[in-house]
């Protein structure tokens, strides 16, 4: 069982930066693979990356691609969203997510765990 815990969202404005953290529970967390997702109002959940845990393998949306970086720290039981210029249209909530994988997972019906979600606002 693997119970995630995201923080670090708030109100940015555009071309700002923010750094979101997804706390994990659970002693095999170094052996999941980790994604992140978002929701903005109306629309369905997009995937937005996901990274592997062995070899470390990182996956974008074509949305972030170039923008968002994903990172984890097996010691801290960690995953990251650095989410750089950042525009208006990146508004979400933000969900992390963790599935026992081998590689990447793109599919959000494959992902086990969710954590709650933190909204980030994008200001124009």
């Known amino acids: 069982q693997v119970q995630l815990v995201e923080s670090g969202g708030g109100l940015v404005q555009a071309g700002g930066s923010l750094r979101l953290s997804c706390a994990a529970s659970g002693r095999t967390f170094s052996t999941y693979t980790m994604g992140w997702f978002r929701q903005a109002p109306g629309k369905k959940r997009e995937f937005v990356g996901s990274i592997s845990w062995r070899p470390r393998i990182t996956y974008y949306g074509d949305s972030v691609k170039g923008r968002f970086t994903i990172s984890r720290d097996n010691v801290k039981n960690t995953a990251y969203l650095q989410m750089n210029s950042l525009e208006p249209e990146d508004t979400a909530v933000y969900y992390c997510?963790?599935?026992?994988?081998?590689?990447?997972?793109?599919?959000?019906?494959?992902?086990?765990?969710w954590g709650q979600g933190t909204q980030v606002t994008v200001s124009s």
């Open positions: 997510a963790a599935v026992s994988s081998s590689g990447v997972v793109t599919t959000e019906r494959e992902y086990d765990y």
